[in-house]
């Protein structure tokens, strides 16, 4: 185990709450979910059973009984007195800025004194966060990239006011999962998002100006420059929503054209169209065919 970190809190249970329940429960680190809802919270444990199904049972990282044992062995709840003996509780709702300051308010009054709090947002500013508490030399960021259990790479963001001791007891924690940490500033986009947004922002440009179709540019960077996947296919494997509030909150932190979401891009995103988590996006995922159709 990392330092003094034993007991872990994850709030929200979605696509990345859940994957990080699932890789810190198989460290053995005794982890709790906390939902809003009945509803929501048995969503989270389905979404961690297929977690655990999908790049654990199937990889034969463990047996289907070791897999339903993983999932019985965390705690899920919708209160929050239940994080109240953690060591590190780690944020994974939605990137509302307003809600993320009011849980962790509350976080701080029921949290212990010495446990650290950290946000997964990949784009909102960490040290806004941070004030709010009576904690911020125990606060950071920790964003995990999706999916979980196969990306290797957490990003640690350390704020002005973050003790380096917290910094050192979190990278440790995040080597025992198996990941490895890279240490960033609290800047919109940090390093990955600073790097990759523009890329994809490019692509919707490019297809907006008639460039080529989807398939043509995904075709053209994944056998022209080695990418695994092409910018289409990315975007709606991470959401449509999610880059779109990226790449709106690094243009309103630097005024940089090249941030700015296309017209595009919004229109989806209004109209739902946020990737393969709603069905559709660049690609349409109601097909049959393997990886969908162009939309």
Request: glycine fraction near 8%.
């Amino acid at each position: 185990m990392a330092g003094s970190i034993r007991k872990v809190g994850v709030v929200g249970c979605g696509l990345m709450g859940s994957g990080i329940a699932h890789v810190t429960a198989q460290a053995g680190y005794s982890v709790v979910v906390r939902e809003v809802s009945p509803e929501l919270l048995e969503k989270g444990r389905e979404n961690v059973r297929n977690s655990i199904q999908r790049w654990s049972v199937r990889k034969g990282q463990m047996t289907e009984e070791e897999g339903q044992a993983l999932v019985a062995r965390i705690q899920f709840t919708t209160e929050l007195s239940p994080l109240a003996d953690c060591d590190l509780v780690i944020e994974a709702i939605t990137e509302n800025m307003d809600m993320k300051k009011q849980l962790f308010r509350e976080l701080d009054k029921i949290c212990k004194p010495e446990a650290i709090l950290a946000s997964n947002t990949s784009s909102l500013c960490i040290t806004e966060m941070a004030v709010v508490t009576k904690r911020p030399a125990r606060f950071l960021g920790l964003h995990f990239f999706n999916p979980v259990p196969v990306m290797k790479l957490v990003e640690i963001i350390r704020t002005d006011l973050t003790a380096p001791e917290t910094v050192e007891t979190v990278l440790g924690f995040v080597q025992t999962l198996g990941k490895t940490p890279i240490r960033a500033p609290d800047r919109p986009g940090f390093i990955v998002n600073r790097l990759l947004v523009p890329y994809l922002l490019d692509a919707v440009r490019c297809l907006e100006e008639g460039l080529a179709t989807p398939e043509e540019i995904d075709q053209a960077m994944v056998l022209g420059c080695g990418h695994p996947m092409g910018p289409f296919t990315l975007l709606d494997f991470v959401g449509l929503d999610t880059t779109y509030y990226i790449a709106q909150a690094m243009y309103d932190e630097f005024k940089d054209p090249r941030y700015a979401p296309p017209p595009l891009l919004k229109r989806m995103v209004l109209a739902g169209f946020h990737g393969r988590k709603t069905g559709r996006g660049f690609y349409d995922y109601t097909k049959k065919e393997e990886g969908g159709k162009a939309g």
